[in-house]
């Protein structure tokens, strides 16, 4: 198991930047594939970004692409999610999660699906408004 604890949330105005940290401890070395999942009041949990354990494979949804980056620092067993000219829709809670199916890098299906990943943080809030 991969304990897993976000930092980074925050306020920020529109167009404004935040950096999120998610740092792994425990079994990290079962750890294939890790993402950023947001959850935004009254809605499901969302796929946002995933990358791959050698930090190869990097994935990030359309509605932030351009604005997102996700990348890892193995040396540190840490994640990060870099946000961009943010918008008051970003608004959300961002979890950080960790999975042990090879199959997220290869599918959509699976490294989008909450079910996956078998390790979450307690999540960081982020809130964007003028």
């Known amino acids: 198991q991969v304990q897993l604890v976000e930092s980074g949330g925050g306020s920020v105005q529109p167009g404004g930047s935040l950096r999120l940290s998610c740092a792994a401890s425990?079994?990290?070395?079962?750890?294939?594939?890790m993402a950023w999942f947001r959850q935004r009041p009254g809605t499901d949990r969302e796929f946002v970004a995933g990358i791959s354990a050698s930090g190869m494979n990097t994935h990030i949804v359309d509605s932030v692409k351009g604005r997102f980056t996700i990348s890892r620092d193995n040396a540190k067993n840490t994640i990060y999610l870099q946000m961009n000219n943010l918008k008051p829709e970003d608004t959300a809670d961002y979890y950080c999660a960790s999975t042990t199916n090879r199959g997220a890098s290869l599918s959509w299906r699976i490294r989008s699906g909450v079910a996956t990943y078998g390790d979450w943080g307690q999540g960081t809030q982020v809130t964007v408004s003028a």
């Open positions: 425990g079994g990290t070395d079962s750890s294939v594939f």
